[in-house]
């Protein structure tokens, strides 16, 4: 069974600073990685992709992948209030006739302290 | 560019009554996906279309199934339905499901 692990938090990190979000992935065969931010009430939102081993900066947000270890992870810098949302991690295989499902992690509820 | 839509946005149906959800995705992207969303499990994944063909279905009874037309727009069905289901049903569509998905704002099933 494929699995995504978060910590569901909540996770309280102060304006301006850095917020570390991480999940594991048990699924060794998944090849790309996805996290979303998902608002109270709202649909999920892309925010980063990620597909082979290391670190990707998009704007404040960097995401990482270490295939070996089976971790990935989000930071945002300079967090502000906007940012608290529930962050989630997910998983998934393609091949050249479509993908196979993302897998979800139950996500990070993430807190902007003022 | 139109993204995601999903009707209808909600519904109230009576345990044992069937329901059919739809989705058109974004234009030209051949992938749709859809999810189950609960407080209790999270987003929980129910099937996988790619060109009309269903590539993976998750872990659920045989009374959801769906189908992906010609022109990408999907459709999902839950028959017999059970106090259970009520939930959040997102669709997601990409271009071919290698890149990241864009979901629709879900339809909110309640069943009573």
């Known amino acids: 069974q494929k699995e995504v692990e978060q910590n569901s938090g909540p996770l309280s990190v102060p304006e301006g600073a850095i917020a570390s979000l991480n999940c594991t992935y048990s699924d060794r065969g998944s090849q790309s990685f996805f996290w979303y931010r998902q608002y109270s009430g709202k649909s999920p939102e892309l925010i980063m992709s990620i597909y082979s081993n290391g670190d990707k900066e998009d704007g404040r947000f960097t995401a990482q992948l270490n295939k070996a270890s089976q971790y990935v992870s989000l930071l945002i810098r300079d967090s502000q209030p906007s940012d608290s949302a529930t962050y989630l991690c997910a998983g998934g295989q393609y091949s050249g006739g479509g993908a196979d499902g993302l897998t979800f992690g139950k996500g990070t509820h993430l807190i902007i302290q003022p | 560019k139109a993204g995601v839509t999903q009707t209808p946005r909600y519904l109230i149906k009576t345990r044992g009554q069937q329901v059919t959800l739809s989705c058109s995705p974004i234009s030209g992207h051949r992938s749709v996906s859809w999810y189950q969303q609960t407080p209790g499990q999270g ?69 009573v």
Do not use: H, I, W
Not at chain 2, 77 to 92: F, H, I, R
């Open chain 2, 43 to 111: 987003l929980q994944f129910l099937f996988e279309y790619f060109s009309e063909t269903q590539r993976n279905k998750g872990n659920f009874p045989g009374r959801f199934s769906g189908r992906q037309f010609s022109n990408s727009r999907s459709e999902m069905n839950v028959s017999t339905l059970e106090l259970g289901d009520s939930a959040l049903y997102l669709c997601a569509s990409s271009l071919t499901g290698d890149y990241g998905y864009t979901f629709g704002s879900g339809t909110r099933l309640t069943v």
